[in-house]
């Protein structure tokens, strides 16, 4: 081997260690940089020079082996290694780290690439962003909040500016029923004094006589058409129904709750004010008797259900010459042990709406105790305030065996809302307890304890799950999905060319990308306000250093003492 030779390959070796001394420079350079993957230098030898040849064994000869001589080192491959960094809590809630071999994908200027940081924030349109400004990728939801995977897309998030309200569909119940009550066995009974119409043949006012024929027993008109007939006072159950009026013989239903032309039509409209059901048997309502021209309300059992309506609380034209066309008699109250609750649900656009709850005990057997409950609102869009009824069968100990027909529906025509409303009424113990029950007690007490539903509110902060799914905290309580952050997997992420930037792109020997929802495809799992630190190991860096100068200063020593013995060489020429 000539001493030229000698030279040329130190200088392998110093071009060598020189790079792998850059390799771990660059490594301790981005020791602190987020999701930073270190990088290795691996050396392979060069060629080498043949000064002889190997040779077979031949008869009473051995064989040799061949004599060669190196000519240097090469660098063989420089490898990125993706091991997993260490983890960060950082309290940013668009901070993520990956807790497997996944990748976040980004797009930047219509290109896609991949990253490990997850130091992302929010632009001013509410994109998920990376430092350099590309946008997140992962999967967006539906109208209904439903996370749509397949197509990926920008990653929105628009925290303070988006609002939403939710419709009560359930309401669940809990207390107790006093078992020991007394049965119901009558409604409210009022009556008016007669009421005459010469028009008919029996001289008294029936179902079908006009309101301007109506007479008082003197002969005396009660009504004219235009007339209103306003109730004020009204009560059910002790609480004072709203104000509503009726106009006589009206066109329209201007300015009034109820119109009509006959003495029926104001029987239907007290009925719907009152909210009397009835289904639950044939002597509840509004009837009048054609042999004597009297008005008779026939309310509903229990206490919780009597009404009260006196002559002051009809009143004539009350806003220009008020006066009491009819003379009112209350025969009876209502009786029957019973409850009323009272809780507020709301409809799909937030408004609220109050919703009364009565609950009546209709039977006592060998078996148990049989209740019924009203639901009813003032709320309903129409006047009639009865929304539905149904029966509650408790066993001998007192525990709830069936709820019948526990479901109402609510109107809302004229509000712009979802019509009609269904709300699922819910009686039954639950695995946290709760629940109606019917057991002896002094009084009966009943409560709405939990409900769906709520008024308008704004995304106020949002949380990333390790699926990657972005869920909105919303400051009326609700909490609905905004997006799902996607991972990318490759079959050789060491193959992916780094573009800066902590950015990855697609070569040719990385493999094509597998998007999927963290916990997929052996991407691992999303942390949420955490990021991954550089995966460099400073000690291990250290001892590569050590190494790579400690070869570079032997090269060069190889490289210096060559030349000395071609310094000697030449000055014995000379």
């Known amino acids: 081997m000539s001493l030229t030779s000698a030279l040329f390959t130190s200088l392998t070796g ?5 790079l792998a001394i850059q390799v771990s420079g660059d490594n ?42 190196g000519l240097g080192v090469n660098v063989g491959a420089i490898t990125r290694h993706f091991t997993n960094g260490s983890l960060s809590p950082t309290g940013r809630n668009t901070d993520m780290a990956i807790e497997g071999n996944g990748f976040f994908q980004v797009n930047q200027s219509d290109s896609t690439f991949f990253t490990r940081a997850g130091n992302f924030a929010l632009d001013s349109e509410f994109k998920l962003v990376a430092p350099n400004g590309g946008r997140v990728q992962g999967f967006g939801v539906d109208s209904n909040f439903n996370v749509l995977e397949g197509q990926v897309g920008d990653i929105t998030v628009p925290v303070g500016s988006l609002t939403l309200a939710e419709a009560t569909r359930n309401v669940r119940f809990d207390g107790n029923l006093n078992a020991n009550g007394d049965v119901a066995m009558q409604g409210t009974l009022i009556n008016t004094t007669p009421l005459f119409d010469p028009n008919q043949g029996s001289g008294f006012a029936d179902v079908a006589s006009l309101l301007t024929d109506l007479e008082d027993g003197g002969g005396t008109a009660l009504f004219s058409a235009g007339d209103t007939i306003t109730i004020r006072g009204a009560a059910k159950g002790g609480s004072t129904l709203p104000d509503h009026t009726f106009e006589v013989g009206a066109s329209n ?16 409209f007290l009925n719907a004010m ?8 044939p002597t509840v309502g509004i009837t009048v008797d054609n042999a004597t021209g009297v008005l008779t309300i026939q309310g509903n059992t229990g206490t919780a259900n009597d009404l009260t309506l006196e002559s002051n609380h009809v009143l004539l034209n009350v806003d220009t010459n008020p006066a009491q066309p009819f003379d009112l008699d209350k025969a009876q109250s209502a009786d029957g042990e019973s409850v009323r609750t009272t809780f507020v649900g709301f409809d799909s656009l937030g408004t609220p709406m109050t919703l009364d709850l009565t609950v ?3 039977d006592k057997g060998t078996t148990g105790t049989q209740w019924r ?25 007192g525990q709830l065996t069936s709820a019948l027909d526990a479901s109402v529906a609510i109107d809302r025509l004229g509000t712009g809302a979802t019509t009609p409303q269904q709300i699922a009424l819910d009686f039954s113990v639950s695995e946290s307890g709760g629940g109606l029950s019917a057991l002896t007690d002094s009084i009966s007490q009943v409560t709405a304890v939990s409900q769906d539903g709520s008024p308008i509110g704004s995304l106020r902060d949002f949380t990333v799950g390790q699926d990657g799914t972005i869920k909105g905290v919303f400051s009326n309580g609700l909490l609905r999905d905004l997006g799902r952050v996607a991972l990318a997997t490759f079959s050789n992420p060491s193959g992916l060319q780094h573009v800066g ?13 597998t998007v999927v929802s963290a916990g997929g495809a052996g991407t691992g799992r999303i942390i949420g306000g955490a990021l991954e630190l550089s995966n460099v190991d400073l000690s291990n860096e250290f001892i590569n250093l050590i190494t790579a100068s400690t070869g570079f200063s032997a090269s060069s020593r190889v490289l210096s003492t060559s030349d000395e013995m071609l310094q000697e060489l030449l000055a014995i020429v000379r």
């Open 253 to 268: 239903t201007t300015g009034s709750d109820a119109f009509g032309t006959t003495l029926g039509d104001f029987a239907n």
């Open 501 to 513: 930037g902590n950015l990855f792109q697609v070569s040719a020997n990385s493999g094509d990308p």
């Open 14 to 18: 110093l071009s060598a260690n020189s």
């Open 360 to 362: 009546v005990l209709e």
């Open 274 to 281: 009152f909210g009397l059901d009835e289904s639950v048997g």
């Open 28 to 69: 301790i350079a981005n020791s602190n940089t987020p999701g930073y993957k270190a990088s290795r230098i691996d050396f392979e030898t060069s060629l080498s020079q043949t000064v002889r040849p190997a040779s077979e064994p031949l008869g009473e000869s051995g064989g040799t082996n061949g004599v060669q001589i």
């Open 373 to 397: 409950f009203y639901a009813q609102s003032g709320d309903d869009s129409d006047l009639d305030r009865a929304l539905g009824t149904g029966t509650l069968t408790f066993d001998t100990n």
